[in-house]
């Protein structure tokens, strides 16, 4: 990709690491010298990514690609890692800050349709969305009958939020459509959102033994792996439901197995795994009271296009000279004066 002969020939070099929306593209094109792995479905190889990343000012990664300690010594240009969501726990943080690499990650614009997909998992779970397309798909449906294919009620009851941020809030508001009662538990109270919902803080175990709706929306750190681990899920009410669209490690998959089959809990909706992507042969899909999803919480057409556009934006000012606005280490900022090299 040769630059225009209006623009100037020193842009700088940027690898993105999958084909992205046009709009996206084209914003980077304008400011920068791109390369692309230009696949749809398939992920950079590492070693491409490493030869690329050896040129490279900035890149733009999905969650799908791990910025590690390796990555950035085989990459010593280095400014700026655009991650295209608003997790980056596929990102050593500490690693880009010692090495003054800006981390920047897409907030916000993809609250509204997480929320979404929280509740489509929620409701599906609660009447058995899933499972009574598969009866009627199989030839199973035979009669009306007064106990056939019974859930659980929604309205009325009550939603525990465990990692009430931006997400937490978007979910909690819908629930007042439905006259729940809201509990949430998080690092910090935010009076904001119980004045805005009514939810009501509550202790972690308080709020799984009370809830009817469990819903995990904490990011993945080393304190949250396996934070719904086996005395989390048998402190949960027989009758509760699990859904999680954060990241799949919170959730510990052998302790939900047991959970499920024993009944300990009702059911679980899963748009995220420990490790993905997860086939069909994987052990939770094989119980009916399971509704699985491949990690689209934020997959609505307008939303990743913003995403992108956001992640293009962050990179443009990073490689640029610019703080980026959605910046993760702050740090690695100010350690950025004085080097040319992350090396
Ligand atoms: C995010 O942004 O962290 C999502 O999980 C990706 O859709």
């Known amino acids: 990709m040769s630059p225009p002969a209006t623009q100037p020939a020193t842009r700088p070099r940027v690898y993105i690491t999958r084909r992205i929306p046009g709009e996206a593209l084209q914003l980077l094109e304008t400011h920068c010298d791109c390369r692309i792995f230009d696949h749809e479905d398939t992920p950079v190889p590492r070693d491409v990514l490493q030869r690329e990343l050896a040129e490279a000012e900035g890149a733009l990664v999905l969650i799908t690609e791990r910025v590690d300690e390796e990555l950035l010594a085989s990459a010593p240009r280095l400014r700026v890692v655009a991650n295209l969501a608003v997790g980056y726990d596929n990102i050593d943080v500490a690693a880009c800050t010692r090495r003054g690499v800006l981390v920047t990650n897409t907030p916000g614009v993809l609250t509204e349709t997480t929320a979404d997909l929280a509740w489509a998992l929620l409701m599906a779970t609660a009447r058995r969305v899933v499972e ?201 900022w100010e350690r950025r004066e004085g080097r040319a090299t992350n090396g």
Do not use: C
């Open 132 to 332: 009574a397309q598969k009866v009627i798909e199989r030839g199973q449906w035979r009669t009306w009958s007064p106990m056939f294919l019974t859930g659980q009620d929604v309205y009325g009851r009550t939603l525990g939020i465990i990692g009430a941020g931006r997400i937490g809030g978007a979910v909690a508001r819908r629930a007042r459509g439905f006259d729940m009662t809201i509990l949430y538990h998080n690092r910090r109270r935010r009076p904001e959102l119980e004045a805005d919902t009514g939810a009501r803080y509550a202790g972690f175990h308080e709020l799984l033994e009370r809830s009817d709706f469990v819903v995990v929306l904490v990011p993945l750190t080393p304190e949250t792996r396996h934070l719904i681990n086996e005395d989390a899920l048998r402190r949960m009410k027989p009758s509760a439901i699990l859904i999680n669209v954060s990241r799949g490690p919170v959730v510990d998959e052998k302790a939900l197995y047991k959970a499920l089959t024993e009944g300990w809990i009702w059911a679980a909706g899963l748009d995220v795994w420990e490790q993905e992507p997860i086939g069909p042969d994987h052990p939770l899909l094989a119980l009916p009271n399971v509704v699985g999803l491949p990690h689209i919480g934020s997959a609505s057409i307008a939303t990743r296009t913003r995403m992108a556009v956001v992640a293009a934006e962050n990179l443009i000012a990073g490689v640029t000279g610019r703080r980026p606005p959605n910046l993760v280490n702050p740090e690695a």
